[in-house]
């Protein structure tokens, strides 16, 4: 819970679009961070539990949108020691809205927090650094401005896709705040594989499945152009290209909105002054593989800190990531689970079963 004496500082939820060379392209696109807002709170009115949203501003003066969700109607004796908050990360070009199906259940017993990451959704879009390294430093020093700000001690970490690297990242550097890591199909473990040679030597190509066409869309651009400027370059074409290359975030939420309120929702995300995606790119060589693979670096997490990789089992991300960071962590408490009848967006295609593991983990942390 946050701490009456460092609660984080709140700011209206309404914002106004900024200024840049980018500044013509609202009339061209139909879209606004107003429209994204409308768009949000469509999403978040299905959620039960006492949810506070707002603006976390950080130290550099940048902002990050901010959900809390709490379950009052739990009374708990006041000698007893708070839960470890749940802190949830979302992957590229994703957003708070997304986790739709997870927060209620999620934060019957603890807090649970989500943020869109910097770059991203309804938070600042500063500009990034064309250096890899310090385009990832810029992300995880904002998660950990942002968890200064909103004054958590320690927390139970959980990343999907890029918010799983950065994840990652985040618990090596400040490992005395991450009691547990979640890494739900992280982006960006495995090194590129090497090409064969002609004499049929080198390393063997690493295999997984093939990515959905909307990934081979992105990944086809992402070395000359930012990941989605195809969105925004097609005008108001926009929001049917979102449709068409992402069909499956309508049937995924389906028996919530009967409309295209989930794809309208990732063309606001995504159609706005890119930023995060900027950052992204820099970290990132041809055809999407990470210029510094984190297996090269998940031995510096401690010994002492829990892991937990979730796959989904029918996902184009190769779980075999997994089971070598397994490997260079053997004597730590490093699993490996896949959930069946789930692709990449493990916690909407099987929310129930994604629920269940998650909260066996919070509950063996407290």
Same mark, same amino acid.
């Given at each position: 819970?946050?701490?009456?004496?460092?609660?984080?500082?709140?700011?209206?939820?309404? @914002?106004?679009?900024?200024? %840049?060379?980018?500044? /013509?392209?609202? =009339?061209?696109?139909?879209?606004? &961070?107003? *429209? $994204?807002?409308?768009?949000?709170?469509?999403?978040?009115?299905?959620?039960?539990?006492?949810?506070?949203?707002?603006?976390?501003?950080?130290?550099?003066?940048?902002?990050?949108?901010?959900?809390?969700?709490?379950?009052?109607?739990?009374?708990?004796?006041?000698?007893?020691?708070?839960?470890?908050?749940?802190?949830?990360?979302?992957?590229?070009?994703?957003?708070?809205?997304?986790?739709?199906?997870?927060?209620?259940?999620?934060?019957?017993?603890?807090?649970?927090?989500?943020?869109?990451?910097?770059?991203?959704?309804?938070?600042?879009?500063?500009?990034?650094?064309?250096?890899?390294?310090?385009?990832? @430093?810029?992300?995880?020093? %904002?998660?950990?401005? /942002?968890?200064? =700000?909103?004054?958590?001690?320690? &927390?139970? *970490? $959980?990343?999907?896709?890029?918010?799983?690297?950065?994840?990652?990242?985040?618990?090596?550097?400040?490992?005395?705040?991450?009691?547990?890591?979640?890494?739900?199909?992280?982006?960006?473990?495995?090194?590129?594989?090497?090409?064969?040679?002609?004499?049929?030597?080198?390393?063997?190509?690493?295999?997984?499945?093939?990515?959905?066409?909307?990934?081979?869309?992105?990944?086809?651009?992402?070395?000359?152009?930012?990941?989605?400027?195809?969105?925004?370059?097609?005008?108001?074409?926009?929001?049917?290209?979102?449709?068409?290359?992402?069909?499956?975030?309508?049937?995924?939420?389906?028996?919530?909105?009967?409309?295209?309120?989930?794809?309208?929702?990732?063309?606001?995300?995504?159609?706005?002054?890119?930023?995060?995606?900027?950052?992204?790119?820099?970290?990132?060589?041809?055809?999407?593989?990470?210029?510094?693979?984190?297996?090269?670096?998940?031995?510096?997490?401690?010994?002492?800190?829990?892991?937990?990789?979730?796959?989904?089992?029918?996902?184009?991300?190769?779980?075999?990531?997994?089971?070598?960071?397994?490997?260079?962590?053997?004597?730590?408490?490093?699993?490996?689970?896949?959930?069946?009848?789930?692709?990449?967006?493990?916690?909407?295609?099987?929310?129930?079963?994604?629920?269940?593991?998650?909260?066996?983990?919070?509950?063996?942390?407290?």
């Amino acid at each position: 819970m946050d701490n009456p004496a460092t609660i984080a500082p709140v700011q209206n939820d309404c @914002e106004t679009e900024t200024s %840049s060379a980018w500044s /013509w392209w609202p =009339s061209w696109r139909p879209t606004s &961070m107003s *429209l $994204l807002k409308t768009t949000e709170s469509k999403i978040l009115a299905c959620i039960q539990n006492d949810l506070w949203a707002r603006f976390v501003t950080l130290q550099n003066q940048y902002r990050i949108w901010t959900l809390t969700i709490t379950n009052k109607a739990v009374r708990k004796p006041v000698e007893q020691v708070p839960k470890t908050p749940l802190v949830m990360v979302h992957g590229f070009g994703g957003g708070v809205g997304l986790w739709i199906r997870n927060l209620d259940a999620l934060s019957r017993s603890r807090p649970v927090y989500a943020f869109d990451l910097l770059g991203f959704g309804r938070s600042s879009r500063p500009p990034f650094p064309s250096d890899a390294a310090k385009a990832e @430093e810029q992300f995880v020093d %904002s998660i950990e401005q /942002w968890r200064q =700000s909103v004054g958590l001690e320690n &927390m139970i *970490l $959980l990343g999907h896709s890029l918010g799983g690297y950065l994840a990652t990242s985040y618990a090596i550097q400040y490992p005395s705040r991450v009691s547990h890591l979640i890494l739900v199909d992280p982006w960006g473990f495995p090194e590129r594989p090497k090409v064969q040679n002609q004499q049929g030597q080198g390393t063997d190509v690493v295999k997984r499945p093939s990515p959905p066409r909307w990934v081979k869309a992105i990944l086809a651009v992402v070395t000359l152009f930012n990941p989605l400027a195809v969105i925004r370059a097609a005008g108001p074409l926009g929001p049917g290209l979102v449709n068409r290359f992402r069909p499956d975030f309508k049937r995924k939420f389906e028996d919530l909105f009967d409309d295209d309120t989930m794809t309208q929702y990732i063309y606001h995300c995504n159609a706005q002054t890119p930023s995060g995606e900027v950052g992204f790119r820099a970290m990132t060589e041809s055809l999407g593989w990470a210029k510094r693979p984190m297996l090269d670096r998940v031995h510096q997490l401690p010994t002492s800190m829990p892991v937990t990789l979730l796959y989904g089992a029918q996902s184009w991300v190769d779980s075999s990531s997994g089971y070598k960071m397994a490997q260079i962590r053997s004597h730590s408490n490093t699993r490996v689970l896949l959930i069946n009848e789930a692709s990449h967006h493990v916690y909407a295609d099987q929310p129930g079963e994604f629920n269940r593991v998650v909260e066996n983990i919070c509950k063996s942390v407290n």
